[in-house]
């Protein structure tokens, strides 16, 4: 298996951009599939457990990872024990560089989870990229500081590249449980031309697929040990 680092370079010069991205994805998707297994099997297993306390899995991100808490959140073939974290000010639509600023800023992260009722029997499922933005890590931090298990999703060869934020600690430092998404630094994976340049992010692909996986997981478990799983129809 091609390096996820590398696959821009192994790929023919001759093939067009659209079949590039969709090579590279591809191929990051059988990687993930390779090599975090353990790490989705073990986010399953306390998601179960949380569900059969009566506890939630919470989703958390900021920017475009709001969108990954919107993914498992109130539709066809998801689970109703999902409650997604949606702060307006950290996503995009009213103002992407506000946005940008604030979730690179001490204290917002922690005021954000004290609107939600959260307990020691909960999960939380955070997604970041680089891991090192303070409004997710100090979610995780406060998360833990509640009895909470916390479940990362982010691009540990990108967080490598990049300096912690105010707390001097990186997302992947603090969960309970990591899932590494396997991108490249900046996220996107296609050089265009020679120009240095690159497009065609993965991070929001990858993250949905880690995280239904996941979730079919939870499911599948419920399932077969006799109960009904909260699915919504």
């Not at 899932?179 to 240095?196: T, W």
């Not at 993965?202 to 419920?222: M, P, Y």
């Amino acid at each position: 298996m091609t390096a996820p680092s590398e696959l821009p370079n192994a790929l023919p010069d001759s093939l067009p951009g659209a079949s590039r991205y969709m090579a590279n994805v591809q191929a990051l998707l059988q990687t993930i599939a390779d090599t975090q297994m353990s790490a989705i099997d073990a986010a399953a297993t306390v998601i179960v457990r949380a569900l059969r306390q009566d506890g939630l899995l919470y989703l958390f991100g900021t920017g475009h990872s709001h969108m990954l808490c919107e993914e498992g959140h109130y539709r066809a073939g998801g689970l109703a024990s999902v409650c997604p974290i949606l702060a307006t000010a950290l996503m995009l639509h009213e103002g992407a560089v506000t946005s940008t600023i604030l979730e690179r800023t001490s204290g917002v992260g922690p005021a954000v989870l004290t609107r939600y009722g959260v307990t020691d029997r909960d999960v939380i499922m955070i997604f970041s990229n680089s891991g090192v933005n303070a409004v997710p890590v100090e979610t995780a931090l406060a998360a833990k500081a509640k009895g909470m298990t916390v479940i990362a999703v982010a691009a540990l060869d990108y967080a490598a590249t990049v300096p912690a934020g105010p707390t001097g600690r990186k997302l992947a430092d603090i969960a309970d449980i990591v899932i590494d998404n396997q991108g490249v630094p900046g996220d996107a994976l296609v050089e265009v031309g020679a120009s240095g340049l690159r497009t065609g992010p993965s991070s929001t692909i990858t993250g949905a697929f880690i995280l239904n996986a996941i979730l079919t997981e939870v499911a599948w478990r419920i399932a077969g040990a006799g109960g009904e799983p909260p699915i919504y129809i």
